[in-house]
């Protein structure tokens, strides 16, 4: 399928014309692009969530059906009340609405090297050209069997057939293909004309360019992302309109306001120009070299760009991979919302959802805004409750829509009375004395619901956003700046990125070819092998380029031993490690988390993850999720491999049930015998029971902990395993 990019992404046509020929190395990006709604008519049936995805909660946007909600087709993003499992709708997003705008802006060489992003171009007189082996790029996708969207390094090679023409002499418009101004610094001024007919990533466009029908049911709309459209369209004697295109059967042209098109500039069309990152704060403030090939083009998903499809294309069996009837299979993984960071001193134990933090008293936010799946909402609507959805709240407007409190209203309106003013009060007389005290001071408490009477109940609510599928346009507008270069020579020199120096950069690079993220050519490979021996290019060549980065580290370990504690993977050695290369196996659903180190990269195939960390910072290497098992590991420093120990594991579950009462329940997995005790302290740090002590057998210990005959409260459940200590906290309530 072909992808949004990011940062280099937007590379697209790095097919140069027959008057653009020469070998090229990147120098600049800046990008726009914009997410759309698509029709919600995805079939869940179809579409595959994995089932362990779908056990953590992953699951396709519910569908508006224009009854109960304000559109037909929409997507609707929902959460969950925690602690009472109530679903909310937070957003309704109607197709055609737009649900982000993201920009990368006026990235340099500063960032581009910083980032690890390479792309060697070379443009061929014939009209054709190629992407080389080493050019790798960053891009947002979507993983596979989930609605979770991550950053990937991916590398790319790509043949490709293109026309230019430097000579096009067409005016570059004001506008975007979708109406908004456009970002280019080229805007208003004659450009050459690019086209691209062959490419495995990038969209195609004609020298032309091409018209985009606007897709049925889809207005284009909500520019402002308040959830409300204006359907007054956007134009130069209406700024505030938000509808950019109308399809015919609403009454519209039928087609976008602009073109899919390219356009290209070098020689003369450069003269005078410099670099859009050149001092530009998205460049770290600092110089980039005036452009010696610039590209640009706008795209939206369409068929003549070919983009927004999946890998199958119509009419090929199986090309319809969402099931919703078209060809467009793009989805869009939400699993997070940008929120207010809360002052936990004033009693904030999560974010709001939202950029709250003008309507906020001083000091309530730490001023930052974060990506939650776990917040607090606020709105106007909750003014009685200090602007917060609360318990009170949430059960106001359930009692409101009750039949007490229409039955009510109707008495009233035939009795005589005005049809709201009849709602309001019987509203207020039989829902306001239950639900309209402000409980707006403390969360909500869950635990209230166990007697059996919510009438103790009140706080505010925490909502939780599982992971959801949305299907999607995107269009992007993308403006490139490249370096025109002389083919490199080998060095040996560990310059593996061709830049004419050793850096931190060229050993991302090494270790993401080691991971088969990437691939070299010959130069880069050659270059690779740092350390002058007979293997070419692996992870002792990686610790003979830091040691050269770094200097010296101090001896070598002389033994390595890999501790699996829960779901981390902790580093014991006594001495230096510079780089380590470790297989696990895993199930389906699994993603890794790094501590911090110099390098860390890792490569997935199918239920096996090859991961390299190299110079880490700490003890642990990384936390999982998902359960995992190593595999293989292989230590290397300064002088080369270093023996690694017998790989120890052991993992404990979370006790269950907690709040508990009288007993609760946890295991304990060995994967090897080892000496055990497992202790149970209160809160004064004073032991009151002992539940394992002595050496135990590798395989699963279940433990339960009858606290009968002890008071409620705080007690830690601690677990030794040999010198190691996991410790976790209980509440007994009776």
């Known amino acids: 399928m072909k992808r949004l990019l990011l940062i280099t992404g937007l590379i697209a046509s790095f097919a140069l014309t027959q008057d653009v020929a020469g070998t090229?190395?990147?120098?600049?990006?800046?990008?726009?692009?914009?997410?759309?709604?698509?029709?919600?008519?995805?079939?869940?049936?179809?579409?595959?969530?994995?089932?362990?995805?779908?056990?953590?909660?992953?699951?396709?946007?519910?569908?508006g059906d224009?009854?109960?909600?304000?559109?037909?087709?929409?997507?609707?993003?929902?959460?969950?009340?925690?602690?009472?499992?109530?679903?909310?709708?937070?957003?309704?997003?109607?197709?055609?609405?737009?649900?982000?705008?993201?920009?990368?802006?006026?990235?340099?060489?500063?960032?581009?090297?910083?980032?690890?992003?390479?792309?060697n171009v070379?443009?061929?007189?014939?009209?054709?050209?190629?992407?080389?082996?080493?050019?790798y790029y960053p891009t947002e996708t979507l993983s596979e069997g989930t609605c979770q969207t991550f950053l990937q390094i991916l590398p790319i090679t790509d043949p490709l057939i293109y026309e230019s023409n430097l000579s096009g002499g067409k005016t570059h418009p004001y506008t975007n293909v979708i109406g908004l101004p456009s970002q280019s610094?080229?805007?208003?001024?004659?450009?050459?004309?690019?086209?691209?007919?062959?490419?495995?990533?990038?969209?195609?466009?004609?020298?032309?360019?091409?018209?985009?029908?606007?897709?049925?049911?889809?207005?284009?709309?909500?520019?402002?992302?308040?959830?409300?459209?204006?359907?007054t369209p956007l134009s130069a004697d209406n700024p505030t309109g938000e509808v950019l295109s109308l399809p015919t059967s609403m009454g519209g042209t039928g087609t976008l306001p602009g073109l899919n098109k390219a356009w290209t500039a070098k020689g003369d069309l450069l003269s005078g120009v410099s670099s859009f990152a050149d001092g530009h704060p998205g460049n770290y403030y600092q110089p980039n070299p005036a452009p010696q090939w610039y590209l640009e083009w706008n795209t939206f998903d369409s068929p003549s760009a070919e983009t927004g499809f999946g890998d199958i294309l119509y009419p090929e069996d199986g090309w319809d991979e969402d099931g919703d009837g078209s060809p467009y299979d793009n989805i869009y993984g939400i699993d997070a919302l940008e929120s207010t960071e809360m002052n936990v001193a004033y009693g904030f134990n999560y974010p709001i959802v939202g950029d709250v933090r003008a309507l906020l008293p001083e000091g309530y936010s730490t001023g930052n805004l974060v990506?939650?799946?776990?917040?607090?909402?606020?709105?106007?609507?909750y003014a009685t409750w200090g602007n917060f959805l609360t318990f009170n709240a949430l059960n106001m407007a359930g009692c409101a829509a009750s039949d007490a409190v229409a039955s009510a209203a109707t008495d009233?309106?035939?009795?005589?009375?005005?049809?709201?003013?009849?709602?309001?009060?019987?509203?207020?007389?039989i829902c306001g004395p239950l639900y309209g005290s402000n409980d707006s001071a403390t969360d909500f408490d869950p635990t209230c619901l166990l007697d059996g009477d919510p009438s103790d109940c009140g706080g505010r609510l925490v909502l939780h956003l599982s992971p959801t599928c949305i299907p999607v346009y995107q269009t992007l507008e993308a403006m490139v700046e490249f370096q025109e270069v002389q083919p490199a020579e080998c060095q040996g020199n560990g310059d593996v990125n061709l830049d004419g120096g050793l850096d931190v950069i060229d050993v991302i690079q090494l270790v993401q070819a080691i991971l088969g993220n990437a691939s070299l050519n010959d130069v880069q490979l050659c270059n690779a092998n740092h350390n002058g021996d007979e293997n070419v290019g692996d992870i002792s060549d990686v610790v003979s380029m830091v040691t050269e980065i770094l200097g010296g580290k101090g001896a070598d370990a002389k033994l390595v031993e890999f501790t699996k504690e829960n779901n981390s993977v902790v580093m014991s050695a006594d001495g230096y490690v510079g780089a380590i290369d470790m297989t696990l196996s895993h199930g389906d659903d699994f993603s890794l988390e790094f501590a911090s180190a110099l390098v860390s990269e890792s490569s997935t195939n199918g239920n096996s993850t090859r991961v390299i960390i190299v110079n880490p910072h700490g003890n642990t290497l990384f936390t999982a999720n998902g359960e995992f098992d190593i595999e293989t590991t292989q230590a290397v420093g300064a002088g080369g491999n270093i023996e690694v120990a017998t790989v120890k594991a052991y993992s404990v579950s979370n006790s269950y049930p907690n709040p508990f009462n009288p007993s609760t329940s946890f295991s304990l997995e060995l994967s090897s015998a080892a000496d055990v005790s497992v202790n149970v302290y209160n809160i004064m740090g004073q032991l009151v029971d002992v539940l394992a002590e002595g050496n135990l057998s590798a395989q699963t210990h279940n433990f339960t902990w009858n606290a009968e005959g002890l008071s409620s409260g705080v007690y830690f459940i601690k677990t030794q395993v040999g010198a190691d200590v996991h410790t976790q906290k209980v509440m007994l309530m009776k």
């Open 24 to 63: 090229y190395q990147l120098s600049g990006v800046n990008v726009e692009y914009f997410v759309f709604a698509r029709p919600n008519l995805v079939n869940t049936d179809a579409y595959n969530i994995s089932e362990e995805a779908a056990l953590d909660g992953h699951h396709v946007a519910t569908a």
């Open 66 to 119: 224009g009854v109960n909600s304000d559109y037909p087709y929409s997507s609707l993003l929902e959460a969950t009340v925690n602690g009472l499992g109530t679903t909310l709708t937070l957003k309704e997003m109607p197709p055609g609405a737009m649900i982000g705008k993201f920009v990368q802006d006026h990235f340099g060489l500063a960032v581009l090297g910083a980032t690890g992003v390479n792309l």
């Open 185 to 231: 610094g080229f805007a208003g001024q004659v450009l050459g004309d690019f086209a691209l007919s062959q490419s495995v990533v990038f969209p195609y466009m004609s020298l032309d360019g091409d018209v985009v029908e606007a897709e049925t049911h889809a207005y284009f709309g909500d520019l402002n992302q308040d959830g409300d459209v204006n359907f």
């Open 122 to 135: 070379e443009m061929r007189d014939d009209g054709t050209g190629d992407i080389f082996e080493g050019s």
């Open 371 to 381: 990506d939650a799946s776990d917040f607090y909402v606020m709105g106007t609507d």
């Open 412 to 429: 009233c309106v035939i009795a005589g009375g005005d049809a709201e003013s009849c709602g309001a009060t019987a509203v207020a007389t």
